[in-house]
């Protein structure tokens, strides 16, 4: 189960029109990754701009990308919540709807404990029972999963890996010290991805995939070849777009980048606002020198 969701799986956009989703640019983007190579596809996470999607549009858009992908790859949905209920309520849709597997986010604001962690997380499997890729980004949540309590968490079978975006390489090893070769520790940033690979890691839930998906995928057969020189020089080629892509919070630069390569509309929604004018121009230079535009 774990090789499921191993390799590079985009974060995808939620491209909006009006103040709606719009479903034809989803689409389109669905396609153009799976086209493009990637190994999976997930709606709904941060750089989906999951916090502001109502419930009926989130549960759209994962339904859209299950209908878009055919089966031709696996779709891992976000289904995390706050709200114990809200993602038992999210994931049960998500896996009436058809996907592979569920990606969690700890818990934001309230701030639960460890043990709180384990219950939200063995709660969420119990009612929606699917592969889970826990999603550990202290950053954005207040609360940290520990290496420990991920260890509990890998006993269980639902539990098959994890987004790391804790930003510490040290931590990661660590989980993948006390889970095991079986639990995927799998990158959330994308610029520490050669490094947790060199680990044990397996693979990298992306933000620059929505915009180089094929650079990506290479990088990533570059390192399964064993070709390491290959990947390296690949992964700092990509390392600058990596950088220009967290230049203000994500997703505000993939998603105008996207849109400076006609791949979909610049709308945002707040509290996320359009990229400052002096990031907007270095990003501008960063689609002409990947050329990517539509």
Same mark, same amino acid.
Request: with cysteine; charged share 20%.
């Given at each position: 189960?774990?090789?499921?969701?191993?390799?590079?799986?985009?974060?995808?956009?939620?491209?909006?029109?009006?103040?709606?989703?719009?479903?034809?640019?989803?689409?389109?983007?669905?396609?153009?990754?799976?086209?493009?190579?990637?190994?999976?596809?997930?709606?709904?996470?941060?750089?989906?701009?999951?916090?502001?999607?109502?419930?009926?549009?989130?549960?759209?858009?994962?339904?859209?990308?299950?209908?878009?992908?055919?089966?031709?790859?696996?779709?891992?949905?976000?289904?995390?919540?706050?709200?114990?209920?809200?993602?038992?309520?999210?994931?049960?849709?998500?896996?009436?709807?058809?996907?592979?597997?569920?990606?969690?986010?700890?818990?934001?604001?309230?701030?639960?404990?460890?043990?709180?962690?384990?219950?939200?997380?063995?709660?969420?499997?119990?009612?929606?029972?699917?592969?889970?890729?826990?999603?550990?980004?202290?950053?954005?949540?207040?609360?940290?999963?520990?290496?420990?309590?991920?260890?509990?968490?890998?006993?269980?079978?639902?539990?098959?890996?994890?987004?790391?975006?804790?930003?510490?390489?040290?931590?990661? =090893?660590?989980?993948? @010290?006390?889970?095991?070769?079986?639990? &995927?520790?799998? #990158? !959330? $940033?994308? /610029?520490?991805?050669?490094? %947790?690979?060199?680990?044990?890691?397996?693979?990298?839930?992306?933000?620059?995939?929505? =915009?180089?998906?094929? @650079?990506?995928?290479?990088?990533?057969? &570059?390192?399964? #070849? !064993? $070709?390491? /020189?290959?990947?390296?020089? %690949?992964?700092?080629?990509?390392?600058?777009?990596?950088?220009?892509?967290?230049?203000?919070?994500?997703?505000?630069?993939?998603?105008?980048?996207?849109? &400076?390569?006609?791949?979909?509309?610049?709308?945002?929604?707040?509290? %996320?606002?359009?990229?400052?004018?002096?990031?907007?121009?270095?990003?501008?230079?960063?689609?002409?020198?990947?050329?990517?535009?539509?």
């Amino acid at each position: 189960m774990t090789q499921l969701f191993r390799g590079v799986i985009p974060a995808m956009v939620t491209p909006f029109r009006d103040g709606a989703v719009d479903e034809g640019a989803l689409r389109a983007h669905v396609d153009f990754l799976i086209r493009s190579g990637v190994h999976a596809v997930l709606p709904c996470g941060t750089t989906g701009e999951s916090p502001t999607l109502s419930h009926d549009e989130h549960n759209r858009v994962v339904e859209i990308t299950v209908d878009e992908a055919k089966g031709r790859v696996p779709v891992l949905a976000g289904t995390g919540s706050n709200s114990t209920r809200e993602a038992v309520e999210m994931s049960v849709h998500a896996k009436k709807a058809g996907v592979d597997g569920l990606l969690l986010v700890s818990p934001y604001y309230n701030k639960p404990t460890q043990e709180g962690l384990y219950k939200h997380f063995t709660a969420v499997a119990r009612e929606a029972p699917l592969p889970v890729i826990l999603y550990n980004i202290p950053g954005r949540c207040s609360v940290e999963i520990l290496p420990e309590t991920m260890a509990r968490l890998a006993a269980l079978p639902e539990f098959v890996g994890v987004k790391e975006a804790t930003g510490d390489l040290s931590k990661m =090893i660590r989980v993948i @010290e006390l889970c095991g070769p079986d639990f &995927l520790v799998t #990158s !959330g $940033d994308d /610029a520490l991805t050669l490094p %947790l690979l060199s680990v044990g890691g397996g693979g990298v839930i992306s933000v620059a995939a929505n =915009i180089v998906p094929k @650079e990506m995928v290479r990088f990533w057969d &570059l390192w399964e #070849s !064993g $070709d390491l /020189a290959g990947a390296r020089s %690949l992964f700092f080629r990509l390392l600058p777009l990596f950088r220009a892509l967290f230049l203000e919070t994500n997703p505000i630069p993939v998603k105008h980048a996207l849109y &400076l390569a006609g791949r979909m509309g610049p709308e945002t929604r707040l509290p %996320l606002t359009e990229p400052s004018v002096p990031v907007a121009e270095k990003l501008k230079a960063i689609v002409a020198e990947w050329g990517v535009a539509a």
